[in-house]
Each structure stands twice: as structure tokens, then as C-alpha cells.
Nanobody, 118 residues
Framework: QVQLVEHGGGLVQPGGSLRLSCAASGSRFRAYALGWYRQAPGQQRELVAEITFSGRTNYADSVKGRFTVSRDNAKNTVDLQMNSLKPEDTAVYYC????????????WGQGTQVTVSS
């Protein structure tokens, strides 16, 4: 069982920055890809960014150049640095752990609200 706990959500103005952090605990998660999904009001959940144990990354086109995902394998954490935030980035953001054996991540955090508004 893997537990994921997010921190760092909040209210920011358009053009601002925010950093989300996620701490992982449990067994057999080190080889998992870690990442972030989000769900905006009235929308489906979508992949924002993911990173493998070796450091390979993948981003949604809508966040490329603005968001950066990173992980610290020694600390068992994954972060999402969000810059140049837009109102359309408003969503609940979920930390995820993915073994690659299914279409969706195996484990999900509780979610943290990010609101971008003036």
C-alpha cells in the first residue's frame, strides 16, 4: 500500500507561482512513476506531469514551459513548480503513483485545491 499526501495548494493571482509537494510512503513505490493529475470544475481528470524513477518527464501540452515536475528519490517526494499561472489552471491537483500496469495510476493523494483568480 502506498500513501500520498499533498501540500501547497492555495489562492494565487494570474501570472503568479505556486509549488506543490507530495510525500510518498509505504512499500514498493520507489520504481513507480510519480506525477500530478488535475480536475477542473465540470471537467475530466487529466494528466499534468509525470516523472519516472530515473528522471524522465512528460507534460501536458497546456503546461509545457510553465510547470516543472521533479522528484527526490532519497526523500520519497515529488514536487510540481507552477509558474505563469492562468485562471484555467484552477483545479484540484492530485499526486499519483503509477506502476505502468494499468491505464490509470495505482495510487492517488487526497487532492489539494489550486485557485488562480484576481
Amino acid at each position: 500500500q502506498v500513501q500520498l499526501v499533498e501540500h501547497g495548494g492555495g489562492l494565487v493571482q494570474p501570472g503568479g507561482s505556486l509549488r506543490l509537494s507530495c510525500a510518498a510512503s509505504g512499500s514498493r513505490f520507489r520504481a513507480y512513476a510519480l506525477g500530478w493529475y488535475r480536475q477542473a470544475p465540470g471537467q475530466q481528470r487529466e494528466l499534468v506531469a509525470e516523472i519516472t524513477f530515473s528522471g524522465r518527464t512528460n507534460y501536458a501540452d497546456s503546461v509545457k514551459g510553465r510547470f516543472t515536475v521533479s522528484r527526490d528519490n532519497a526523500k520519497n517526494t515529488v514536487d510540481l513548480q507552477m509558474n505563469s499561472l492562468k485562471p484555467e489552471d484552477t483545479a484540484v491537483y492530485y499526486c499519483t503513483a503509477d506502476s505502468g500496469g494499468a491505464l490509470m495510476p495505482d495510487y492517488w493523494g487526497q487532492g489539494t485545491q489550486v485557485t488562480v483568480s484576481s
